[in-house]
């Protein structure tokens, strides 16, 4: 017989998103259950881990969970610039810590966490309303009944799949990276290598985590190309092709491989007991298709949310909109800037991206970050549009804020 659970709120998923919904629901009072399938959080790596010192700091994420960048190196292929910064404000993660880190706060703060726990259907009222979720465990079948239900699991979606709310992304980027021990490198300076032959629709990267550990990646947008990420990635490493045959000898360690949305803020993220979050909400930010802070950030908005309305009794759509109101008025109208420049860099020939790495080398440090992480303030964008002495960076951010 399944085994029966009862919580106030059930949070399908142990990626960022997912812990950090169970952790903000369960300190503001609500009883919650954090369910992954993974035997455990973080097993599988699906992600480059690059983000931010500013969100790090936010998030309270620990010292020895990243390691700090602050020289920004592009390469296309007739083209070398590198952006110095005088302090680090961008970092790459240690995934599996810092995910670990995340379920860790919401189990010392009450959550349960169950793993192994593969979740594959729904529990719906007469109403069509969700009311819970069924899974498969080293145990057999669970049932959870549950007043909110937070879709936390990724791409996939399943839970909000299973209601037959969304389908399947149409747009997304498919990405494959080694994690290798190397002879050679730079522990500050991040690379992203673009032009056809490093990826057809996106680009390829190196980031260091120190220790002379890299990860080294490619990523392809689809449906724009139908090159596969992996064979892609061993093609250039076999190359040594531009800033790898720097790094010498190279020795795997791990591989990683994953899928994320690209198709903007396309999806309603809140339905009558149920919250969509993180990259089953399309949360990323598409220049660089870096969803880490998104999740923790909106995640944490979705447990507050959440367990607001399970503590008025009132758990329906309307209860729940203040998350997706809040994420919206956040993301929404960067995510669509960001979404127009990531049309323009998808188009660009070799030729083109060999000019376009002149124009991002005339970007100060700080102009830089903003840019590649979508934080688009209006009135800086208006002054980098209207005043910056270069036309080239002028004619680009007037692209970002909608002038022709
Ligand atoms: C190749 C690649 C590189 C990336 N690089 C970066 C980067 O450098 N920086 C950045 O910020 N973002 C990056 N991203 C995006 C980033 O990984 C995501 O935006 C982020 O992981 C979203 O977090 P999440 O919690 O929503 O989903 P996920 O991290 O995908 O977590 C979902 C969890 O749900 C679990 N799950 C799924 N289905 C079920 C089920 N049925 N039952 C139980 N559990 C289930 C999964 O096992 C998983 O643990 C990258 C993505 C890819 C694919």
Redo the contacts with the bound molecule.
Sequence with gaps: MAKEYHYDLVV?????????AAYAAVKNGSKVAL????SS????V??????WIQNIKEFGIPDDCFNPIKKFSFCSPNNEVTIRDTIPRAA??DVRKT?RWLAEEAKQSGADIFTK????EVIKNQNGDIVGVK?IGEEGEAVFHSKIIID?????S??SKAMGLVSQWNRF?????YEMKVENTEEDTWWLMVGQEYSPAGYA?I?PLGNNIVRI?V?VGKPESNVD?TVRLKEIIEKKLGPIKKLGKLTEMEF?????PNDGLSRKTVFNNLIL?????G???PL????????IKF?RVAGKVASQAIKTGKTDKDALYPYEENWRKEIESKINSAGKVQDRWIGLSDEEWDKELDIINELKPEEFIDFIKADFGLSNMIKLATHHPKLAVRQLFSLVKGKK
Excluded: C
């Design positions: 399908v998923g142990g990626g960022p998103a997912g812990s950090s369910i992954e399938k993974e959080i973080a097993e599988t699906r992600t480059s881990g690059v983000t790459v993660l995910y726990m593969n979740i594959k899974g936390a699991s990724g791409f996939q399943t839970v980027g498919a990405g494959a990276e990267w980031f990646g990523g990420p990683h491989y994953g899928l994320i979050v993180g990259d089953s909400a949360q990323a930010n660089v298709l870096e969803g880490i802070r998104y999740a995640g």
